[in-house]
């Protein structure tokens, strides 16, 4: 697995992928931060800070993912690695920890503009250090369904472009569910809904259930890829 993790690792940077979501995560996440504090002077809009940050990860984690499985199988390499002595699963976690330290490594040195906040104020660190750690693991969660979904074509655009599609619709569930007089159908879509679990952490709480439906929802994406490999292997 080690081998795997360290050969993604450096293929992000042997190729444009890394520098562009790097580049591209700071500069959007820099604006939105910009507008939604500094410009305004004021810390009391940090919330519309992660809102920006919810969004700016569906679109941007794509591009981590896209390739991860999908350029394996159109050029054929994926063979070497599924007659390789490491397990499915370890070929899949080693893909996605490199996504996940780059996306890490990126999300820590953007959180360094936090301490800007300091000389507009005095911020509530309990609440910045809540809201971090709910974005945090939404961004996890997302990796993991990029890559199912990277497992599923050889085509890097429909791996990009769907995992797109499927991170918006988790994150406007909550406001189609709010419209349906049905009480069960609403909950089971509240359940389902990211924004509708982050909502604690922006109240400073330290929701156990809602750290425990990220992980979860990252593991299960991740199991159905170990799936979805396993299949092709012995097809």
Avoid: H
Avoid at 30 to 35: D, H, K, N, P
Avoid at 71 to 94: A, F, H
Avoid at 199 to 225: C, G, N, R
């Amino acid at each position: 697995m080690l081998a795997i993790y360290m050969r993604e690792l450096k293929s992000y940077f042997l190729t444009p992928i890394g520098y562009v979501f790097c580049g591209m995560f700071l500069v959007v996440s820099g604006l939105a931060f910009s507008e939604c504090t500094l410009m305004r002077q004021s810390t009391t809009s940090i919330g519309e800070y992660f809102v920006w940050m919810m969004m700016i990860f569906a679109i941007l984690i794509p591009i981590l993912t896209m390739k991860l499985f999908s350029e394996d199988r159109k050029s054929r390499t994926d063979q070497i690695l599924l007659t390789s002595p490491v397990s499915i699963l370890g070929i899949v976690m080693g893909k996605y920890l490199a996504a996940l330290t780059v996306f890490g490594v990126t999300f820590i040195v953007n959180s360094f503009n936090f301490v800007l906040l300091f000389f507009y104020g005095t911020p509530n660190a309990t609440s910045i250090l809540m809201n971090v750690l709910g974005i945090f693991l939404l961004g996890a969660a997302f990796l993991a369904i990029g890559i199912f979904l990277s497992s599923l074509t050889e085509n890097q655009l429909i791996a990009a472009v769907s995992a797109i599609g499927v991170n918006a619709a988790m994150l406007i569930i909550s406001l189609f569910s709010s419209g349906i007089e049905n009480s069960f159908f609403r909950t089971v879509l509240k359940w389902f809904s990211v924004i509708d679990r982050f909502t604690p952490f922006t109240y400073q709480m330290l929701d156990v259930s809602a750290i425990v439906y990220y992980l979860s929802l990252a593991a299960v994406f991740i199991f159905l890829t170990t799936r979805v490999i396993e299949k092709r292997r012995w097809a």
